[in-house]
């Protein structure tokens, strides 16, 4: 069983910059991928970023160079470093252990509104 803990959503103006944070306690943290998802209200969750447990990423084609992912392992933690958001990034945004795919958190809401 894994508990997903996400936080550092908010308010941001277009053109600035949040850093999402998540903590997944529960599992083996270290020997997953992790996955950053996002969600808007009546619309399908789509997959944002994911880190591996070698520290390689990837990345959906709209974050276009804006968004880094980064893990802790030493805190079962991963990260979204969002800069130069845009209105289409607000969302609910969920982080995703790969040993629990069906396992999420409450989720950290981001809007992008001036």
């Known amino acids: 069983q894994v508990h997903i803990v996400e936080s550092g959503g908010g308010l941001v103006q277009p053109g600035g910059s949040l850093r999402l944070s998540c903590t997944a306690t529960g599992g083996n943290f270290a020997l997953n991928r992790m996955f950053w998802y996002r969600q808007v209200p009546g619309t399908q969750r789509e997959l944002v970023a994911s880190?591996?447990?070698?520290?390689?990423?990837n990345y959906a084609k709209f974050v276009r160079g804006r968004f880094t992912i980064s893990r802790d392992d030493t805190k079962s933690a991963v990260y979204l470093q969002m800069n130069n958001l845009e209105p289409e990034d607000t969302a609910v945004y969920y982080c995703k252990h790969g040993q629990f795919p069906d396992s999420w958190g409450q989720g950290t809401r981001v809007t992008v509104s001036a």
């Open positions: 880190a591996r447990v070698d520290n390689s990423t």
